[in-house]
Every structure is written in structure tokens, then in C-alpha cells.
């Protein structure tokens, strides 16, 4: 069985300010990670995703992640956020296999204040 | 750009009613998926289905909950009869195989259950 926890559920900050949003998992099997954005009343867009590779991996809208193995860990990071980006973030998890079956983290409410 | 279509974009009904929620993927996708998503969490897979086939349904309540894609295009989802916690956001998404092929999500239907 695999799960996801997102240690903070609401983080807030100020414009220009760096930013990281926390996520740890736990699974049995090796995993694929992701973490979506969702816009107020809209559906989940990707940010990004770690298949296998590098351990940094660069997403959209200048956010990258970092996958540590032996602490389970696929943090979110941006190093200078805008208003825009306030919205709820997700980690979530797949198999190898069926990327698209997806366990997702309870969310974090990203408020960028200026 | 391709998107996955679901309509409504909001639905209000009492309980005890019937409601049906439609989603059309992006063409070509032959793996369709319904989320739920509670305010304040993350989305649940409902069901999956690849092409007209039911893949796994484990976590539709199906004493009152029913999933279609007769044609394995399209795919319809009812609630009947709905109940006060069903209040939720559904989330259609597509992916265009089974394996090792992410998921697009569409902008989600959000039902209120009076």
C-alpha cells in the first residue's frame, strides 16, 4: 500500500520570499512522484514529476523538486514566489506501471501575500 | 490544446435526487479515470476504465453510484440517490494508454447536495 503525507496544510507567505512545500511517502514498491497545482474551483495541472534520473527535476512556473530516497521524502521548492502562485498544491504517488492511478497527499494551501 | 471536457461545471441538487455528471477525454485516450475530491483533501479514485472496460471500481460505492463508457469514448458518472456528503468535486482525467502514460485532468464538476 502506498501513501502520501504533506506535512503542512496551509503555508504562508510573501511575495518575492522562497518557498518549500514538504512531502513524504511510503510505499512497499518503488514509486513515481508528482506534484499538481489546483487553481480555486478548477481541475489539477502538473508541475512536475520524477520517473528516474536526476534527483532534482525542474517543473513549469520556475518550481523544482528534490526526490530523496532514503527519506522518503519529494519536497517543492521555488525559490521567489509571485501572487500567482497561491493556490493548492498536491504530492501524490503511482507505480511503475499505471502512472495516471494516482494517491494523492491532503493538499497545501500556498498563500502568497504581498 | 487538448483538454479533457466535463460538464457541469457546477450542479446543485437535493438529496435523494439523481445526478449524472459527463466527461469527454482527449481524443485518442483509451484510460479514463473519476476522482473525487472532498473540500479540504485530495482526490480518491473512483474508477478507472480502459476503453469500454471497467479496470478497477474497488472504491465506487456501488449501492448507489454507477460508471459508463459504452462507446469508449465518453464516460458518464451518477450518483442516484444522492446523498448530503456526496457534496464533493469530481474530477474526470485521461491518459492515453494504460501504462507509462501520465494523466490530464479536466476542470472537475462541483457538486452540492442540498
Known amino acids: 500500500a502506498q501513501s502520501v503525507t504533506q506535512l503542512d496544510s496551509q503555508v504562508p507567505v510573501f511575495e518575492e520570499a522562497p518557498v518549500e512545500l514538504r512531502c513524504n511517502y511510503s510505499?512497499?514498491?518503488?514509486?513515481?512522484l508528482f506534484w499538481y497545482v489546483q487553481y480555486p474551483n478548477q481541475g489539477l495541472q502538473l508541475l512536475l514529476k520524477?520517473?528516474?534520473?536526476?534527483?532534482l527535476v525542474k517543473g513549469i512556473n520556475g518550481f523544482e523538486a528534490e526526490f530523496n530516497k532514503s527519506q522518503t521524502s519529494f519536497h517543492l521548492r521555488k525559490p521567489s514566489v509571485h501572487i500567482s502562485d497561491t493556490a493548492e498544491y498536491f504530492c501524490a504517488v503511482s507505480d511503475l506501471i499505471e502512472r495516471g492511478k494516482l494517491i494523492f497527499g491532503q493538499g497545501t494551501e500556498l498563500s502568497v501575500k504581498p | 490544446e487538448a483538454e479533457v471536457a466535463q460538464s457541469p461545471r457546477y450542479k446543485i441538487t437535493e438529496k435523494s435526487q439523481a445526478v449524472a455528471f459527463w466527461c469527454d477525454p482527449i481524443s485518442g485516450h483509451a484510460t479514463l479515470y473519476w476522482y473525487r475530491q472532498i473540500l479540504g483533501q485530495g482526490p480518491e479514485l473512483l474508477v478507472q476504465?480502459?476503453?469500454?472496460?471497467?479496470?478497477?471500481d474497488s472504491q465506487l460505492p456501488k449501492d448507489r453510484f454507477s460508471a459508463e463508457r459504452l462507446k469508449g469514448v465518453d464516460s458518464t458518472l451518477k450518483i442516484q440517490p444522492a446523498e448530503l456528503g456526496d457534496s464533493a468535486m469530481y474530477l474526470c482525467?485521461?491518459?492515453?494508454?494504460?501504462?507509462?502514460?501520465?494523466?490530464?485532468f479536466g476542470q472537475g464538476t462541483r457538486l452540492t447536495v442540498v
Open positions: 510505499s512497499s514498491v518503488s514509486v513515481y
Open positions: 520524477y520517473l528516474s534520473g536526476s534527483t
Open positions: 482525467a485521461s491518459s492515453f494508454q494504460l501504462r507509462n502514460t501520465e494523466a490530464f
Open positions: 476504465f480502459q476503453d469500454e472496460s471497467v479496470v478497477d
